[in-house]
């Protein structure tokens, strides 16, 4: 597609649930990435995978979070046993890698409320 | 790792008035964007600018490596305009994520 596209766009579940969260970058971008947004606050950075290589995990708030990217392209975000703090917007970027350094493009995000 | 610090956090203009955004980084970084949040929660990439001076329409961007901060500025602001600005900087040869900012919340009033 012409963009970064994560679903869904707004998900709401209950506590104790899990939820997985869908990205599918920009053909032919190798890096992809996933951060959060709380409510009112700026983004931080969740996990990151490149290629074959091991993806860097340090971002990931705790062990209910979790995420893998099959093929090399779409990725899932997996919440295990929501908590309501887990509540904001979560945005998915791919960039291209081995063309020196190139900009990050980010998705409309999925909206996660837990109730 | 980079503290990115943003200024003003909050901007209220009349339409067609112009304003500066500034963005300092702790530490030198290599990949800098602008992003624009608009109400509904989108991120619009506004400039990739590590360094040097783009212009896209009213909105232009510079960025001075040497001294590690970046300005945005806008002319003739309109109601559209209204958001949050971020900026995120990234240096390749120590991380793999963007940092940002905690963004300036701007307001074009009628």
């Known amino acids: 597609g012409a963009g970064v596209s994560q679903s869904p766009s707004n998900k709401v579940t209950e506590k104790g649930k899990d939820v997985e969260l869908r990205c599918d970058p920009i053909s032919g971008h190798t890096a992809l990435y996933w951060y959060r947004q709380s409510l009112g606050q700026g983004l931080e950075f969740l996990i990151y995978f490149q290629g074959n290589s091991a993806p860097d995990k340090s971002g990931l708030p705790s062990d209910r979070f979790s995420a893998e990217r099959t093929g090399g392209s779409v990725s899932t975000l997996t919440i295990q046993r929501t908590q309501q703090e887990d509540s904001a917007v979560y945005l998915c970027?791919?960039?291209?890698?081995?063309?020196?350094?190139?900009?990050?493009?980010f998705g409309d995000g999925t909206r996660l409320s837990i109730l | 790792g980079i503290q990115v610090e943003q200024s003003p956090p909050d901007l209220i203009l009349q339409e067609g008035a112009n304003s500066t955004l500034r963005c300092n980084f702790s530490?030198?970084?290599?990949?800098l964007q602008w992003f624009h949040q608009n109400p509904w929660g989108q991120l619009i990439n506004l400039f990739y600018i590590p360094s040097g001076t783009k212009q896209n329409g009213r909105l232009s961007a510079t960025t001075v490596a040497t001294e590690r901060y970046s300005l945005l500025y806008i002319s003739s602001s309109q109601t559209t305009d209204s958001g949050v600005y971020f900026c995120a900087g990234l240096n390749t040869g120590t991380a793999s994520k963007l940092t940002f900012g905690t963004g300036t919340r701007l307001q074009v009033t009628l």
């Open positions: 970027a791919s960039s291209v890698v081995g063309q020196g350094v190139q900009p990050q493009h």
């Open positions: 530490d030198s970084v290599n990949n």
